[in-house]
């Protein structure tokens, strides 16, 4: 019987030094050298994929997720999404082919692109996939020869509570 408590004792330290740990993360630097970016990255965002350099597409994708957000519109907590897709491709030379290169990724049945009116390389995004509703914000940037994308997806309720830190984010970028 001590035997089994002591091991119950030990199991609890480890996990409560665990847990501390998850807690205290620091951010980190992203950086991506052949597409010349970084970006600090909160401790408490999730890397959920990464593409550093996939060749048969000429591109990078970075993908985060975000810490859960309630939403009383949807009546859950919900996970919203920042990524950043980096083009260096032939077929993209200008701010404009690349914005229409992104157009052309959606379904134009299921998704809409507005104009954020004060400033023209950013879009905002409405869509629905299977009954669900999505609202985002994608930047659009062409620096020396590269297309970036820089884009927030989030739902109808938790869209207001996270585009603060999503406009924090995207002012951070560092484009080399």
Do not use: C
Request: glycine share 6%.
């Amino acid at each position: 019987m001590k035997l089994i408590n002591l091991y119950l004792i030990f199991s609890l330290v480890i996990l409560s030094n665990a847990v501390g740990q998850t807690k205290r993360s620091t951010a980190h630097e992203y950086r991506n050298d052949i597409y010349k970016f970084a970006v600090k990255i909160p401790g408490d965002w999730k890397l959920y994929g990464q593409i550093q350099n996939d060749t048969s597409q000429h591109r990078a994708i970075a993908d985060w997720g975000l810490p859960l957000t309630h939403s009383e519109l949807e009546n859950a907590d919900i996970e919203n999404s920042i990524s950043i897709t980096a083009y260096k491709r032939t077929g993209i030379n200008s701010l404009a082919q690349l914005i229409e290169v992104d157009k052309k990724r959606t379904n134009p049945a299921t998704t809409s692109f507005e104009t954020n009116g004060t400033n023209d390389n950013s879009l905002i995004i409405s869509t629905s996939t299977n009954g669900l509703k999505y609202k985002g914000k994608s930047y659009y940037i062409f620096k020396n020869g590269i297309g970036y994308v820089v884009n927030f997806m989030a739902t109808p309720g938790t869209y207001d509570k996270n585009i603060a830190m999503f406009e924090r984010f995207y002012k951070n970028i560092k484009y080399e």
